[in-house]
């Protein structure tokens, strides 16, 4: 059936976001419609509202959800209404050979849904009837969505649902960066460069893993604060020091892992820079296309030293979604703390205005 429901639209990119009256179609072979409960506000659909991110506009945003299945379309076997998912922007097909041998992050079929379902049209339709296309298959900063199979995970009902949104995007890529990507040795030592809502994670992944010392690296005082509440055992203000890299060797005598959470080549440089030997530098921050990073590259080989980039870090969506939310649940994982505001879907703007001016862990955006 169709439903009505408000969604957070961009219309034109370098325009303000704006809330709108949408139609949702109901599922078709193996879709399911959810009513979101929460949706978080990432970077990520900032730069599609610039074009950073150049998914055509009218896009509905939104790609870190919670909600409730309400219908299932024809085939569907592996969620029945009621069941709570969280949405995940990549589609993973789970038959190409990547999806076989464990990496569907990297899902050969993904590209066919990016800005649209796995079959190339959409569920979403504006005022007028014309259609709205949907950030990473998902279009989930709305009250309903109708989703690909491929783009949902089962999760746990007892978990609060702004705290299970935010295991789409946020959470997984700075945890998986750690756990997945790096595979981080206890009683290591890591830096984590760029304390945002991914920066955070990864903080606190390592804190789960058992590194022995984690050094937060920002310009942000508020958010080193923020580190330290999630686990970092020192702070660095860049701002404070000549070369931020020579400054965490100097306290660590170089890290085990340097973990890039920003997506800018003068940022890599220097998380590379912060290596020991032997040290690995995971890449988490997505950076502009253009943008290039330079090593010297004798240390490669001299101090075996590796580069490595993580993506939605390494996910298996459908294994460590759960696996992640099971940590919160043993509390060995913070995500009340993350969520440092609500906003309802009205405040949309707000809620983009405040990520921009760095004022949350992350804001999420809650339905009725
Ligand atoms: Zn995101
Ligand atoms: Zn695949």
């Known amino acids: 059936m169709d439903r009505q429901a408000k969604a957070v639209v961009c219309r ?11 139609t949702v179609e109901g599922p078709k072979r193996d879709e399911i419609t959810i009513k979101i409960a929460a949706c978080g506000v990432c970077h990520s659909d900032l730069s599609a509202t610039t074009g950073k991110i150049p998914y055509p506009p009218p896009l509905i945003l939104g790609h870190e959800a919670a909600g409730v299945v309400v219908e299932v379309g024809e085939g569907v076997t592996a969620f029945k209404e009621g069941d709570h998912v969280v949405s995940t922007f990549i589609s993973m097909c789970g038959k190409c050979s990547q999806c076989v041998r464990g990496r569907p992050v990297l899902c050969e079929n993904a590209r066919k849904a990016m800005f649209n379902l796995p079959d190339g ?4 339709k504006g005022a007028d009837g014309e259609p709205l296309n949907v950030f990473g298959a998902c279009g989930v900063m709305a009250e309903f969505a109708t989703m690909h199979v491929d783009n949902c995970v089962k999760v746990d009902e007892t978990v609060p649902m702004q705290n299970a949104a935010l295991v789409g995007c946020a959470v997984m890529t ?14 290591s030592r890591a830096a984590v460069f760029g304390i945002g809502g991914v920066g955070l994670n990864a903080v606190q992944g390592c804190v789960t893993a058992g590194a022995e010392m984690i050094v937060a690296v920002d310009s942000n005082p508020k958010k080193l604060e923020m580190a330290k509440e999630f686990g970092a055992t020192h702070t660095i203000n860049i701002n404070d020091v000549d070369d931020a890299a020579k400054a965490v060797k100097k306290l660590t005598g170089g890290v085990d892992y340097a973990f890039e959470c920003v997506g800018a080549g003068p940022v890599v440089e220097q998380a590379y820079k912060s290596l020991g030997r ?14 290039k990073t330079t090593l010297t590259t004798l240390t490669l080989p001299a101090d075996e030293r590796t580069l490595k980039g993580s ?34 879907i009205e405040d949309a703007a707000q809620a983009f205005d405040d990520m921009v001016a760095g004022k949350n862990a992350r804001g999420v955006i809650v339905f009725d």
């Open 12 to 22: 034109e990119w370098g325009q303000p976001v704006q809330v709108e009256t949408i």
């Open 121 to 124: 049209t959409v569920r979403t």
């Open 174 to 187: 700075g945890v998986g960066a750690v756990f997945n990507t790096a595979k981080l040795e206890p009683g």
């Open 278 to 291: 032997g040290g690995t530098a995971v890449v988490v921050g997505v950076a502009d296309p253009k943008d």
């Open 311 to 344: 993506w939605l870090g390494s996910a298996r969506p459908q294994h460590d979604f759960p696996r992640i939310l099971g940590l919160y649940k043993a509390g060995k994982l913070k995500l009340d703390e993350l969520v440092t505001r609500t906003y309802p």
